[in-house]
């Protein structure tokens, strides 16, 4: 009889023992297949950028610091000479976002193709004069040489012309107008040629940096134009169907360049990474870039936004004609993008 129950316990205990055992097996085997099988991939997002452009400086405070990663995000760059370049690469469909305007964007739907934008920097340029230049006002332009940089359908040479007519004043009969590339304005300007100049913000930075004074920025005349605050001229801008079939890669890709922005804004020791993009070692320089950047960074809501982009378009539209805005009248109500939550 002992041995009889022995037996039984025997059998019991090792039935126990299996059972225990095939619960570890499958419990590792789970484990090596779950640590074996590939992380999800992150989504990859193709970004058209202009080499000397700002969001190059973006992209190196993102990438320094993982945050490209931290958003799960795997982004594809390709540097380009310039804007003009990233749009033919958008319309190609070999770019996911790239920088440009909402007055592009609102004549490209307008035109059939369902672009959006989402601000990216309300950082406008300025009129600028030598430090003793005996003009003082915008009016004082009247019968001087003014430089302009990119061209006669140029979104800030309009609005100036807007504002100055508000005053009786024709700037384009008025004045001495020479057009050229942002580049060779500045230079010209640092040669004495011109008694002033209006060219994009970085280059007024530069000019600011030598000793040159901002006679007025243009987001200064914008309030007697009918905007309510600073206006983001600036934007990612990415196909809507693309980003509807994206929208949470999108989302992230926003609150990425957010973190970004307030990293740049919070901490100098950020800008070390962007230094070497600006071209200049000047501490001078490197600072008044710093500062204007920085006080280029959007906060207001995408409906404020919208509104005064409506009203400047009209502006715009008024001065520019069909040359600048095709053939709506009023800004495409698609315009803007706003998916983005708390926006």
Not at 298 to 324: F, N, Q, T
């Amino acid at each position: 009889m002992r041995i009889v129950l022995k037996s039984i316990l025997s059998e019991e205990a090792a039935y126990k023992v299996t059972r225990v055992l095939g619960r570890l097996l499958a419990l590792a085997v789970t484990l090596v297949l779950t640590l074996a099988a590939p992380a999800r991939a992150a989504d990859t997002i193709r970004l058209a950028v202009q080499k000397t452009g700002t969001f190059s400086w973006e992209l190196a405070a993102i990438r320094s610091t993982g945050l490209d990663k931290e958003a799960d995000l795997s982004l594809e760059v390709t540097e380009l000479a310039s804007t003009e370049a990233g749009k033919i690469a958008m319309r190609a469909g070999s770019a996911d976002i790239i920088l440009s305007d909402w007055l592009w964007v609102s004549r490209e739907r307008a035109l059939g193709a369902k672009l959006t934008f989402y601000p990216y920097s309300s950082a406008l340029g300025a009129v600028m004069v030598p430090a003793s230049s005996p003009i003082k006002t915008l009016a004082d332009l009247k019968g001087r040489k003014l430089a302009v940089a990119g061209g006669a359908i140029d979104k800030s040479w309009l609005l100036l012309q807007a504002r100055m007519k508000q005053d009786g004043i024709d700037l384009k009969s008025d004045a001495t107008i020479v057009y050229g590339a942002p580049p060779l304005i500045a230079a010209k300007a640092l040669d004495g040629e011109m008694d002033a100049s209006l060219n994009f913000w970085n280059f007024c930075a530069q000019l600011e940096a030598k000793g040159f004074r901002r006679l007025a920025g243009i987001e200064e005349i914008l309030p007697k134009l009918g905007a309510k605050g600073a206006v983001s001229a600036v934007g990612y801008v990415f196909d809507e169907s693309w980003a509807a079939s994206h929208k949470d890669a999108v989302a992230r890709f926003i609150a990425m360049t957010r973190k970004a922005k307030q990293l740049l804004v919070t901490s100098d020791a950020a800008w070390d990474k962007v230094a070497p993009l600006t071209g200049t070692t000047d501490p001078a320089m490197l600072k008044t870039y710093r500062e204007r950047y920085r006080d280029g960074i959007p906060h207001r809501s995408i409906d404020d936004e919208e509104k005064d982009a409506r009203v400047l378009y009209r502006v715009l539209a008024e001065i520019g004609g069909r040359d600048l805005v095709g053939p709506a009248a009023e800004l495409d109500p698609g315009t803007f993008y706003h998916a983005i939550p708390g926006d």
